[in-house]
């Protein structure tokens, strides 16, 4: 099985997942530049490379407290 997980830099996304998670068959999609999940032809190719039978979501616009 393979997982996608959009946004695991994010706030919320880091606290979830690590780099050195032990979970087998993780991919992380997190090169805004290449995969800009706003751009439907970005997540056609994303998804037709990776080819997950899951997705986490967690990609989100943060913005910090001040």
């Known amino acids: 099985m ?5 946004g695991s830099t994010s706030m919320i996304g880091r606290s979830l997942v690590s780099e050195d998670s032990p979970l087998s068959g993780i991919v992380f999609a997190d090169n805004h530049s290449e ?15 990776v080819r997950p039978d ?6 989100s616009l943060n913005g910090n407290i001040s």
């Open 54 to 59: 899951y997705v986490i979501h967690l990609a």
């Open 2 to 6: 393979r997982t996608l997980i959009t």
């Open 35 to 49: 995969w800009d999940l706003r751009n439907y032809d970005a997540c056609y190719n994303l998804f037709n490379q």
